[in-house]
């Protein structure tokens, strides 16, 4: 008997060392994953820390971290066993950011100059309220009951929909939140970021003050191989570079979100491993580095700061929007803009009519063509910061649908053959959730 306690014990220590082994390296992207998203879903969107740890961090190994709120300083802590303690301070107009013991917290700071100026006219060109309208070609029975099966029934928690937004023909025709949620809720949009980092340089293009086909403009690359990467290349997320994007270990994506200082620097010292153009893989530091390269467009960091809200957010009304900054002052393009889900849909409207908003031509009509247009080797799945449905992921959704795409299922689908733009906020992703049947159900409530 004694002899086989010591068995299981000494099994349960080496158990226990490996586990320690294998997840100590972990604990601090667990605690600076929890620190983040506290501090934006606390002083963005007013989330109790309570709600936060209940949904926004209640899955996987994040949910073993402890977690503080400051109100005074406007920062949130976590540990994990009280190991590993990281920090995010939030600041007004910049958002929540992970910050480490070199951060400076008393340096000044600039902070994007808004223009919050809203137009007396109805969603979506202005903050009024939608009219009533009713169109004979749909199916209203059937939209709701394809809106409603996206929510999970009373005791459930498998879909974990916040909320659902369908416009037609500019007018919204059905919209559902989750009980705690509503129209002014402020949710993360995470990948979908990158859909607005790639339409700045749609601007940028329209505006004639940058060229995407020419070799991107990163000196540390002059003097080998990466010289023949464009724009046109990162834009595509077929540049060549090496680059790891996974989320359950330490990887290239998880090391710059939750350690590194200036994100827009990880993926441009990282080696060529092919041609360009001949390998597509997906990066969240290839979006980090194309804001790096908008960063270096202006003169002075205040003008870059403006840029995204003056040129794009604020110009279409996306005003309860915020793009979080790193701790090197760069927006953080590939992951962090949060908005309501109705300003999402802004961004889906303003492709669906191509560049036009309300009469002004924000970029080129050719700009939608070309984000939309499959890169090559992606197997019809992507295009330019967008996802496409032209290799018929979604079976029963048009071919020409396109789509913002973000974790945890955050989704803007933008249907030019049906006029449509449908938003989808939530915590799960495609493994979980039917996206095809939530777009098949609304698609089909169109009467032939």
């Not at 009951?145 to 916040?162: H, L, Y």
């Not at 416009?167 to 979908?192: R, V």
Request: charged share 20%.
């Amino acid at each position: 008997m004694q002899k086989n306690s010591k068995i299981i014990a000494f099994l349960f220590f080496l158990f226990l060392g490996y586990f320690i082994f294998i997840t100590y390296p972990k604990l601090e992207l667990i605690s600076g994953f929890s620190a983040k998203n506290v501090a934006s879903a606390h002083f963005i969107d007013n989330r109790s820390l309570e709600l936060i740890e209940k949904s926004d961090n209640d899955f996987d190994v994040i949910g073993w971290a402890t977690n503080q709120i400051n109100e005074s300083e406007k920062s949130a802590t976590a540990t994990v066993l009280g190991l590993k303690e990281r920090k995010a301070i939030y600041r007004q107009g910049l958002g929540a950011t992970l910050i480490n013991d070199n951060f400076d917290v008393t340096k000044p700071y600039e902070v994007p100059r808004r223009n919050l100026s809203q137009n007396k006219l109805p969603f979506p060109y202005g903050v009024l309220e939608p009219k009533d309208t009713s169109f004979s070609n749909i199916d209203y029975a059937k939209l709701n009951k394809a809106v409603a099966n996206a929510f999970d029934a009373n005791g459930e928690d498998d879909k974990r929909t916040r909320s659902v937004l369908v416009i037609y023909k500019d007018k919204i025709i059905a919209e559902k939140y989750l009980t705690g949620f509503n129209k002014n809720s402020i949710i993360l949009g995470w990948s979908m970021t990158k859909s607005i980092t790639g339409t700045l340089f749609g601007i940028l293009q329209k505006q004639r003050k940058f060229d995407i086909y020419k070799p991107a403009p990163i000196p540390e690359w002059q003097n080998n191989t990466r010289k023949k990467i464009t724009t046109n290349d990162l834009l595509h997320m077929n540049s060549g570079l090496e680059w790891e994007e996974e989320y359950d270990k330490i990887s290239d994506a998880t090391q710059m979100l939750f350690h590194d200082e200036d994100m827009s620097r990880t993926q441009l010292l990282k080696p060529a491993i092919f041609e360009p153009n001949t390998h597509w893989n997906y990066s969240s530091g290839t979006t980090n580095l194309l804001s790096g390269i908008l960063r270096k467009q202006f003169k002075t960091h205040q003008e870059y700061l403006d840029f995204w809200y003056s040129a794009l957010i604020d110009k279409i009304g996306m005003h309860s929007m915020i793009v979080e900054t790193d701790m090197a002052g760069n927006y953080v393009g590939s992951s962090y803009a949060w908005a309501t889900t109705r300003d999402w849909s802004k961004l889906g409207l303003l492709y669906l009519h191509k560049g036009n908003w309300n009469g002004e031509q924000i970029f080129d009509a050719s700009w939608a063509k070309y984000v939309s247009t499959p890169t090559n080797t992606s197997n019809g799945k992507y295009g330019a910061q967008f996802w496409l449905n032209a290799g018929g992921f979604y079976p029963d959704a048009p071919r020409d649908m396109y789509s913002c795409n973000g974790y945890q299922g955050q989704k803007v689908y933008i249907l030019p053959s049906q006029d449509l733009v449908i938003v989808r906020m939530g915590l799960t992703g495609d493994s979980k959730f039917d996206f095809n049947g939530l777009l098949s159900g609304i698609t089909n409530s169109f009467k032939k």
